[in-house]
Nanobody, 129 residues
Framework: QVQLVESGGGLVQPGGSLRLSCAAS????????IGWFRQAPGKEREGIAL????????YYTDSVIGRFTISRDNAKSTVYLQMNSLKPEDTAVYYC??????????????????????WGQGTQVTVSS
């Protein structure tokens, strides 16, 4: 049974950092592309980062590039999202998801949530002073 469980969210001041974790079970982590998504109140869910299966190449959207880093630890079957220089507009529920069909991040739709097959329950990140 595939399961994804996010953790690490919380309240942080602007300019601060958080590291989100996505614990995976029921499948072999590096056989799937891992995506991080977020949904702010009143907005559509957006994909912000992915790590391709096997090769583990990261891709980021413009809104987070240079501030967020996606990584995985296959031994722990866990994917991380290190978030630095957080801004109030980063406030959202953050989700991890996996895709077998996405194999590179260069396609414009590689972070479209329709490509992702399994999702975690989300973790809240609030950036506020």
């Amino acid at each position: 049974q595939v399961q994804l469980v996010e953790s690490g969210g919380g309240l942080v001041q602007p300019g601060g950092s958080l590291r989100l974790s996505c614990a995976a079970s029921g499948f072999t982590l590096d056989y799937y592309t891992i995506g991080w998504f977020r949904q702010a109140p009143g907005k559509e869910r957006e994909g912000i980062a992915l790590l391709t299966k096997l090769s583990g190449v990261p891709y980021y959207t413009d809104s987070v590039i240079g501030r967020f880093t996606i990584s995985r630890d296959n031994a722990k079957s866990t994917v991380y999202l290190q978030m630095n220089s957080l801004k109030p507009e980063d406030t959202a529920v953050y989700y991890c998801a996996i895709s077998y069909r996405v194999d590179n991040g260069e396609r414009p739709d590689s972070l479209s949530d329709g490509w992702y097959d399994y999702w975690g329950q989300g973790t809240q990140v609030t950036v506020s002073s």
